[in-house]
């Protein structure tokens, strides 16, 4: 069956460095790509997408990576700061999918040191 | 304030108690979703509702059930439950459900069964 499964479980970064969280996934069928953040005591917050047909994709200070070779998934922050610890959720659907498929991998701990 | 509002924050219960979350969008979506988030485990898909119309029910045992009167309000009745249902349950809302249209989550309710 289908999963998703990150590279590392907890991720410590020093302020105004750069951040990569990983994600890997096994259907070749994934067709959308999402991350999402949770802070402490709330839900996930949407960061960013990308669909199959694309590679790249960037937002204010976040990228996301897409490699469907080795079907792998990356998240970027650029100048990590105090306000980005939280937990990185990526998810995933199949082509012709819709919300209630996603399948979400189980999150990496980013804690960043000032 | 992530327009998705959820009541209360934190329940405790017994399990012979009932008891129902409540759930309540102010984003004009028309697809509402219950996940519960489990430590250490990815978020599990619960109910899925389209245009107040259930979609999905991922194998989700009676003793919770889901009702969704209109778009904007989502509650989730209790009753019987056990300690291992003990966990965050989320709410969530999309435009429509459908890739493209991202999850805006609630900040939960954390239930603890005793």
């Known amino acids: ?114 | 304030e992530t327009g998705v509002t959820q009541t209360p924050r934190h329940l405790v219960m017994g399990m012979t108690n009932k008891k129902s979350l409540k759930c309540e969008q102010h984003l004009g979506h028309n697809a509402m979703y219950w996940y519960k988030q489990s430590a250490k485990k990815p978020l599990e898909l619960m109910f899925v509702y389209n245009f107040k119309e259930q979609t999905e029910n991922n194998s989700v045992p009676s003793r919770f059930s889901p009702e969704c009167p209109n778009s904007s309000h989502l509650f989730l009745h209790l009753h019987t439950l056990q300690p291992e249902d003990s966990a965050l349950y989320l709410c969530a809302s999309s435009p429509q459900d459908r890739p493209n249209s991202p999850l805006h989550f609630g900040n939960g309710t954390r239930l603890t069964v005793t």
Request: charge should be positive; include cysteine.
């Open chain 1, 1 to 114: 069956g289908e999963s998703v499964g990150l590279h590392l479980p907890t991720l410590s970064v020093q302020e105004g460095d750069n951040s990569i969280i990983n994600c890997a996934y096994s259907n070749s069928a994934s067709d959308y790509f999402i991350w999402y953040k949770q802070e402490s005591g709330k839900g996930p917050q949407f960061i960013i997408d990308i669909r199959s047909n694309m590679d790249k994709r960037q937002g204010q200070r976040v990228t996301v990576l897409l490699n469907k070779t080795v079907k792998h998934l990356s998240l970027q922050i650029a100048a990590t700061q105090p306000g980005d610890s939280a937990v990185y959720f990526c998810a995933l659907m199949n082509y012709g999918g819709s919300q209630g498929n996603l399948i979400f991998g189980k999150g990496t701990k980013l804690s960043v040191k000032p």
